[in-house]
């Protein structure tokens, strides 16, 4: 076939009605041009041609499709292998769906109401005026454009790891001379995707190289195109990059703030360690999503990692190597918490490898040991890692309880971050061991206490009363230790900090939570002054007004009136 013949005749009508006269209205004095170096631009219909202007297609629209590289496509496709420079016209009316290959009746109907949002896109690019009108030539002598999809998964669930990529082949056959009778051209747009996912974004893609042509009065679209394309990123709105943690990182370091990395396991894992499998790894993580998830875990959803594979280690390394690359922090957080023993103990492989351990009896301290293995083998990791050996903080759990961290940890290497009751007798244990300390007390310095229950009813969370300012700035550690009747050592007690975790909380409240509360523990940890609440109430008061100046969503402590008549609020 001579396709050079063929281009000619199929282009024919929207050149001739280009340059020529609106059907309706007045002959338009503009024209566009695609120039080299810009892209279109509004030129005298009738003015000589410009070195570098291209005139091929020169309606606003027809200019637009066709003029980049990248078409109008939003977002740019990653694999834009082939994008026609010409261009066809026809009404949504000859656009047909040919066919639809999918594997269930459930995908199939996904895709049919993808198509419909589809052709309402188009019916609203198209003026009111214009909806009703059918142009002259009788229906057999119109372009067609026919669209076959494919797809072969399935899974109609848009997961962390769904495919969603597509490939989009448009081919436009123009009619013969020979052949007056076949409709002028045939585009056929075939959509190839594993997903419905990627064939609904196949859809918008083939939406965005469609346009309505006010000038032609028509719908036009390229001729032939060739996408391929996929997603960068998976998740891609709730991802921290590398580059938004260095600048974290920095924005920390210009505010005397250090950020200490935390890579909490091998409990509240699951989402992010599925891929195990599929990679012929084996499971790194068991249990995941499993129910009811709290006979298994803390929340919801359910997992725990497999300390038994050993691929599980080569995995963490690389995790480790990219925190200590990021964070640049002279000590690290493992984590530990949330762990439950339900999940290993109903793992046939977990059994088995203690019972080659001569570990019979299903006991706590089996499950213990279990637990110290992954916290050496992932502690060499780390230290490969950092290449030295820095200190490394648990939270207590189990593994710290009832003398166990004395037989299990190192108090050389781990300091221990408290998150039991200020009173626990768990600190004084800890203590004596001779381990370091970190205080988080759940009694005064979580943050999150206090509100309504999220998981079941009833009126306060888990670690109710909210704790007032008050409380937080007589927070002491070291008030702590001589109420144990020990002697305070300040080598011991490295400090403190606030928790706040995003259970109940997140971007939009989580300014009002956290301050001025955390400048009440700012003083603690800075001052650890000797007197009460009562001897900083004012300063606390000013304080706080210079946090809402400065832009900080910060909590009301008292009325306005108390801060201009100082000392008259207190009972
Ligand atoms: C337009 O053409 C289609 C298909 O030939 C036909 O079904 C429809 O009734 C026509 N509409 C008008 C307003 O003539
Ligand atoms: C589209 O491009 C891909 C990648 O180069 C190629 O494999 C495929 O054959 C092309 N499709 C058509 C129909 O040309
Ligand atoms: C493990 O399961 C066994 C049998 O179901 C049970 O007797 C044992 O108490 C469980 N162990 C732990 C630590 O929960
Ligand atoms: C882990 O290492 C500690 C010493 O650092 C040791 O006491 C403990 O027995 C080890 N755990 C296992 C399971 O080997
Ligand atoms: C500390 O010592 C006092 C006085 O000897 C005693 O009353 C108190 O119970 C002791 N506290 C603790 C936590 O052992």
Redesign the pocket.
């Known amino acids: 076939m001579d396709t050079k013949f063929l281009f000619f005749i199929g282009l024919f009508s929207i050149a001739q009605m280009a340059v020529g006269q609106s059907r309706t209205g007045e002959a338009s004095p503009w024209a566009w041009a695609c120039r080299t170096g810009r892209g279109c631009v509004k030129v005298e219909k009738d003015s000589p041609v410009e070195e570098g202007d291209n005139m091929n297609n020169p309606t606003l629209a027809g200019c637009k499709l066709t003029c980049n590289d990248e078409s109008v496509l939003w977002p740019k496709p990653r694999n834009a292998i082939y994008l026609s420079k010409t261009l066809v016209s026809f009404?949504p009316?000859?656009i047909r769906i040919n066919r639809i290959n999918a594997p269930s009746s459930e995908v199939k109907s996904l895709t049919n109401e993808a198509i419909a949002i589809f052709r309402g896109v188009l019916r609203k690019s198209i003026p009111e005026a214009f909806r009703?009108?059918?142009q002259t030539a009788k229906?057999g002598q119109r372009p067609q454009i026919h669209i076959e999809v494919s797809i072969t998964s399935g899974d109609v669930r848009l997961a962390m790891e769904t495919q969603e990529s597509y490939n989009l082949h448009v081919k436009t056959i123009f009619a013969t001379a020979a052949t007056p009778a076949s409709p002028r051209s045939t585009t056929s747009v075939s959509i190839t995707a594993t997903t419905f996912f990627g064939a609904r974004h196949a859809i918008e893609t083939l939406s965005q190289i469609m346009a309505w042509d006010k000038t032609l009065e028509s719908m036009i679209m390229l001729t032939d195109a060739n996408i391929s394309d996929s997603p960068a990123f998976r998740s891609s709105d709730q991802v921290y990059q590398p580059e938004d943690i260095k600048e974290l990182v920095h924005y920390a370091t210009v505010r005397g703030v250090k950020i200490v990395p935390e890579f909490d396991a091998p409990g509240h894992v699951g989402s992010g360690w599925e891929w195990g499998e599929r990679a012929g790894m084996g499971q790194l993580a068991l249990c995941l999503n499993i129910e009811p998830w709290h006979d298994y875990c803390a929340e919801p959803p359910c997992g725990i990692l497999n300390p038994i594979n050993d691929n599980i280690y080569s995995v963490l390394s690389n995790i480790y190597q990219d925190m200590n690359d990021l964070f640049q922090s002279d000590i690290f957080h493992m984590g530990g918490d949330g762990v439950k023993f339900t999940c290993w103990n109903e793992t046939t492989e977990i059994i088995d490898w203690l019972r080659a351990r001569g570990r019979n009896d299903y006991s706590k301290e089996d499950f213990l040991y279990l637990w110290s293995h992954f916290q050496n083998r992932s502690l060499e990791e780390v230290d490969i890692a950092y290449g030295n050996k820095q200190p490394i903080v648990l939270w207590t759990s189990p593994l710290t309880d009832d003398g166990h961290a004395e037989k299990f940890l190192d108090k050389e290497r781990y300091i221990i971050q408290i998150w039991a009751k200020g009173t626990d007798q768990s600190i004084a244990q800890l203590y004596r061991q001779g381990f370091k300390l970190i205080m988080t007390n759940y009694d005064a310095w979580y943050f999150d206490c206090g509100y309504g229950q999220w998981v079941g009813n009833g009126p306060n969370n888990w670690c109710s009363p909210y704790s007032g300012w008050q409380k937080v700035y007589e927070n002491s550690p070291r008030k702590f230790i001589v109420n144990f009747n020990e002697t305070f050592n300040s080598q011991q007690i490295l400090g403190g900090e606030a928790a706040i975790w995003t259970e109940q909380v997140d971007g939009a409240a989580i300014e009002g939570k956290l301050w001025p509360r955390s400048s009440a523990l700012a003083e603690r940890l800075w001052t650890d002054p000797d007197t009460n609440w009562r001897a900083a109430e004012h300063r606390m008061n000013h304080h706080r007004e210079r946090l809402v100046q400065r832009g900080i969503q910060a909590d009301g402590l008292q009325p306005e009136w108390c801060h201009q008549n100082e000392g008259y609020c207190f009972l």
Do not use: A, K, P, Q
């Open positions: 009404l009316i000859d009703r009108r059918n229906d």
